[in-house]
């Protein structure tokens, strides 16, 4: 059974030297599937050590994206079927919530706003509300077809459109 040691730190010349440095590098949480191939064991780390006997092995593993490829081809050179998945967002997910939260920063008008059928955080100018961002045909068409529309247009604790 093989042993192996995986180290995040990188080595830079120093005169007459070497000397490690620590980087700042992202870290995700993996999952990982071992099946079949030779057993081994390995420790990244940060993180418990991992052991294969040769069947099927489950491991959480903190690292970054490279030590997740650089053990992924360990594993693959022992003959490992070898499958990893994280729980994190993808740069593609972390997009599209960020295009459908909008900012972090915003400020609504009330607490109610996120959660009502008119809030809408693709509308600018941090005026969220489809009350007075949207085309007025898609406003009708929202109280003709939702319930809800009709109820939290009503119910809205600030509704300027009401108050006149």
Request: net charge negative; hydrophobic share 35%.
């Amino acid at each position: 059974m093989e042993s192996w040691t995986y180290s995040e730190s990188s080595l830079v010349q120093v005169r007459g030297g070497t000397q490690p440095t620590d980087r700042i590098v992202p870290m995700t949480l993996w999952t990982f599937q071992f099946r079949g191939g030779e057993p081994f064991t390995f420790q990244v780390p940060w993180n418990p050590l991992i052991e294969h006997k040769g069947s099927m092995s489950v491991a959480h593993i903190l690292c970054s994206q490279a030590t997740k490829d650089t053990i992924a081809q360990f594993a693959q050179d022992h003959e490992v079927i070898v499958g990893f998945w994280s729980e994190g967002q993808t740069k593609e997910q972390e997009a599209e919530r960020v295009a459908m939260l909008g900012d972090p920063e915003a400020v609504y008008l009330t607490a109610k706003c996120p959660e009502c059928f008119w809030f809408d955080p693709r509308l600018t100018d941090n005026n969220f509300c489809g009350v007075e961002g949207w085309d007025r045909g898609f406003q009708m068409a929202g109280c003709q077809v939702h319930e809800r529309a009709v109820h939290d247009l009503f119910d809205c604790p600030a509704a300027r459109w009401n108050k006149s």
